[in-house]
């Protein structure tokens, strides 16, 4: 994440929020060892490889990435 401190700071609980609301839903990391560095990752690469998204919501990208990354199973 670029930016202050603060910025990293804030951009990192809004991932973690976002995955709080995903998690187990439309998002599924049982069984795995996930930590937030991993989760913002994620996120970074998502918004450089589909630059076309960043007009879209926040948490429409966020959501996306990691239901991407970790889908559920039917």
Known sequence: LKGTDLDK??????IAGVYDVHAGK???TE???????QLVDIVEKYLREHPGRRGYSAF???GA????SFPCKP
């Open 65 to 68: 990435a990691l239901q991407i």
């Open 26 to 28: 439309t998002v599924c």
């Open 9 to 14: 700071g804030i951009a990192s609980g809004y």
């Open 31 to 37: 069984g795995q060892k996930v930590n937030l560095g």
């Open 60 to 62: 429409s990208n966020v």
